[in-house]
C-alpha cells in the first residue's frame, strides 16, 4: 500500500494564524483526500484534491478557509486559514490503494487552537 | 438517518471472548465496504474489506448483505491488542466518496 508522510504531527496555533499541513506519497495517485476528525467523532470529508485542477470541496467547506495545493502527483498541502479554537481537531489526508484495497491514511495532524 | 450507523458501543468483552460488530448504510448504490481499526490518536488503517461472499482473515470474518445493507464484523478469540475503534466505511454510490460511520470502541479486558 502507499506510504505517506504526513507534517506536522501536531500544533499548537494562536487563534488568527494559519497552519499549513503537507503531506507526501511514495507513489503518484490521481486524488488525495482531506479529513477532518474532531474529538470523539468520525472523519469528515473537507475536499478531494486533484493535480491540475482546483480542489472540490463539500458542503460546510470552503476554499477561503481551507485552501488546497496540488502541484504533483504525489504532494498536497491544506491549509487551515485564520483558525480559531472551533478549528481544533485532527486533519488527515488520504490516497485510494485500489477499489478493493482501501484507502491509506497519513499519521494525521493534532491542531489545538488557543 | 446517518448514511452509515454503527452500533454505539462502547464494547467491554474479557480476553478470548467473540465479539461481533454491526454496521447498516443507506445508499443501496454503495459499492465498496470496509472495515478500518483507529487505536486512539492514531490514523484508521484498513482492517479489511467486505465482499458479499463473505471474507475471512485469521481471527477475523466480515460479511456483507447488500439485499439488507447490512455490513459485520466478527472478532474470535480477542486480544488485548484488539482493543481500538472500529470503523465501518462505505465507498457510496455516485458520490465515489468514502462515507464512515461513528466507530465502535472495543475494550477488551484481561
Known amino acids: 500500500s502507499a506510504v505517506i508522510s504526513q507534517k506536522p504531527s501536531r500544533d499548537i496555533c494562536q487563534r488568527g494564524t494559519s497552519l499549513t499541513i503537507q503531506c507526501q506519497v511514495d507513489?503518484?495517485?490521481?486524488?488525495m483526500f482531506w479529513y477532518r476528525q474532531q474529538p470523539g467523532q468520525s472523519l469528515t470529508l473537507i475536499a478531494t484534491?486533484?493535480?491540475?485542477?482546483?480542489?472540490?470541496?463539500e458542503s460546510g467547506f470552503v476554499i477561503d478557509k481551507f485552501p488546497i495545493s496540488r502541484p504533483n502527483l504525489t504532494f498536497s498541502t491544506l491549509t487551515v486559514s485564520n483558525m480559531s479554537p472551533e478549528d481544533s481537531s485532527i486533519y488527515l489526508c488520504?490516497?485510494?490503494?485500489?477499489?478493493?484495497?482501501?484507502?491509506?491514511f497519513g499519521s494525521g495532524t493534532r491542531l489545538t487552537v488557543v | 438517518r446517518k448514511e452509515v450507523e454503527q452500533d454505539p458501543g462502547p464494547f467491554n468483552v474479557p480476553e478470548g471472548a467473540t465479539v461481533a460488530f454491526n454496521c447498516t448504510y443507506s445508499n443501496s448504490a454503495s459499492q465498496s465496504f470496509f472495515w478500518y481499526r483507529q487505536d486512539c490518536r492514531k490514523e484508521p488503517k484498513l482492517l479489511m474489506s467486505?465482499?458479499?461472499s463473505g471474507n475471512e482473515d485469521g481471527r477475523f470474518t466480515a460479511q456483507l448483505n447488500r439485499a439488507s445493507q447490512y455490513i459485520s464484523l466478527l472478532i474470535r478469540d480477542s486480544k488485548l491488542s484488539d482493543s481500538a475503534t472500529y470503523l465501518c466505511?462505505?465507498?457510496?454510490?455516485?458520490?465515489?466518496?468514502?462515507?464512515f460511520g461513528t466507530g465502535t470502541l472495543l475494550a477488551v479486558q484481561p
Open positions: 467486505v465482499y458479499s
Open positions: 507513489s503518484q495517485v490521481t486524488m
Open positions: 466505511v462505505v465507498l457510496g454510490g455516485a458520490t465515489n466518496k468514502l462515507i
Open positions: 488520504s490516497v485510494e490503494d485500489g477499489q478493493h484495497y482501501g484507502y491509506t
Open positions: 484534491a486533484n493535480q491540475g485542477s482546483e480542489a472540490t470541496y
